[in-house]
């Protein structure tokens, strides 16, 4: 199959065109629009240096809240009430340490000040949130993502 160059207009080939890897297309830009018709679309940026990568893999890994389950071991953890958990509370510093978590067999991350701005930009205009974890008012942990209608697209996940 062929990987897709985009141009300025705001489209992706059929998602049923990717690599076997996912990889879509190349190219195009980070502005609201593309992102959210790609992330509409089961599509995501992932990318190191330019060109911007756009992937749909399949399958895509789902998680369902009511099937999600607490392990033993985690349960005194949570029990002792030692964290504090909140929503939309700091984006920016989620997004950021998202960035400088070291990420086993990778030499880098994808999170560059690019994206960094682009989804600081979707979380001002509503559609990017974050979760955050907090123990002795420190953050230890938390995540980010798109929200679009009752669906929560995990960007990553962060483990300070």
């Given at each position: 199959m062929a990987i897709f160059a985009l141009d300025d207009t705001f489209h992706f080939p059929p998602v049923h065109l990717a690599e076997a890897d996912g990889l879509l297309a190349i190219g195009g830009d980070l502005s609201v629009d593309r992102l959210l018709l790609a992330y509409q679309s089961g599509i995501f940026p992932w990318y190191s240096e330019l060109p911007i990568l756009w992937w749909c893999p399949n399958p895509r890994f789902v998680l369902f809240p009511n099937e999600l389950r607490v392990s033993k071991s985690l349960r005194p953890l949570l029990n002792r009430n030692a964290f504090k958990f909140t929503v939309n509370k700091d984006f920016k510093n989620v997004i950021t340490h998202c960035k400088s978590v070291p990420r086993a067999g990778q030499d880098g991350t994808w999170i560059n000040e690019e994206i960094i701005?682009?989804?600081?930009?979707?979380?001002?205009?509503?559609?990017?949130?974050?979760?955050?974890?907090?123990?002795?008012?420190?953050?230890?942990g938390g995540l980010y993502g798109i929200r679009l209608g009752k669906v929560f697209l995990v960007k990553v996940c962060l483990a300070l």
């Open positions: 701005a682009a989804y600081t930009k979707l979380h001002e205009l509503g559609y990017a949130h974050s979760a955050e974890v907090w123990l002795d008012d420190k953050l230890v």
